[in-house]
């Protein structure tokens, strides 16, 4: 049981960390987390549906709804509706959520850059493989 105690202790620390690094780093934009966190999903893959969008931001459609709203008012996405179905939205981003992904995304290599000189290459290789386990087998 100490183990997972540990454990437990150290991916909370990790967690809280991380989350206030984050929240630094929007903090000096016009962005919300979950902004930006549509932001980065919408940079990374492209043109999406909400439905999609949703599922890779882990909410419900109506959330993602909501952020792609502020989103548009704010000119970093837009939704353009499809000849097949004019019931479905495809989201992107504009030149300016673009930019804003690109910012952001920098941040995020340099964050990784970070952790990865404490690390050898091969623990480097280790907590790749950890953290593609654990997001294929729980997340």
Request: charged share 25%; aromatic share 8%.
């Amino acid at each position: 049981m100490k183990i997972l105690d540990e454990l437990t202790h150290e991916l909370l620390h990790f967690f809280n960390g991380f989350s206030s690094w984050e929240s630094s780093v929007i903090r000096t934009s016009d962005l919300t987390v979950s902004e930006a966190h549509a932001i980065e999903i919408l940079g990374e893959y492209g043109q999406m549906n909400m439905k999609s969008l949703a599922q890779k931001l882990g909410v419900t459609t109506g959330t993602t709804t909501v952020t792609v709203d502020r989103l548009e008012k704010k000119d970093y996405a837009k939704r353009e509706s499809t000849r097949e179905d004019r019931r479905i939205y495809l989201i992107s981003l504009t030149d300016k959520g673009l930019k804003a992904y690109a910012e952001h995304h920098r941040y995020h290599l340099t964050l990784t850059e970070q952790i990865q000189t404490v690390l050898t290459g091969e623990e480097a290789a280790q907590l790749q493989a950890i953290l593609n386990k654990i997001n294929s087998e729980i997340f």
